[in-house]
């Protein structure tokens, strides 16, 4: 079971820490991915955190703004999101894939989903 939080309103050039909690499974099998869905338009992933060797991918929307990192101590990732613009309000989602991740890979092959926390960010 994966708990999204740490959503809110945020102004443009703001910054906001998301989290993602983990229970029911063992934390350090499984990669960590975060996916965002704004209004009308398709869920996309912007990036993911491997189990283990902490492996990091960005995808170029987010790169040099958002920065992923996981404390398997906690069974927690963190999406530390900076420089937020409008065009990043959106819910994100966490989802979880067990072995090693990458890269985004198609929404089918995770095992668990987050329920999602918004972020809105004005202009």
């Known amino acids: 079971q994966l708990q999204a939080s740490g959503g809110g309103l945020v102004q443009a050039g703001g910054s906001l820490r998301l989290s993602c909690a983990a229970s029911g499974f063992i934390f350090d099998d499984y990669s960590i991915a975060w996916y965002r869905q704004a209004p009308g338009k398709e869920r996309e992933g912007i990036l993911c955190?491997?189990?283990?060797?902490?492996?990091?991918y960005y995808s170029d929307s987010v790169k040099g703004r958002f920065t992923i990192s996981r404390d398997n101590a906690k069974n927690t990732v963190y999406l530390q999101m900076n420089s937020l613009k409008p065009e990043d309000t959106a819910i994100y989602y966490c989802?979880?894939?067990?072995?090693?991740?990458?890269?985004?890979?198609?929404?089918?092959?995770?095992?668990?989903w987050g329920q999602g926390t918004q972020v809105t960010v004005s202009s």
């Open positions: 989802a979880a894939l067990r072995g090693i991740l990458s890269t985004i890979r198609e929404e089918a092959l995770y095992d668990s």
């Open positions: 955190i491997s189990s283990r060797e902490g492996i990091t």
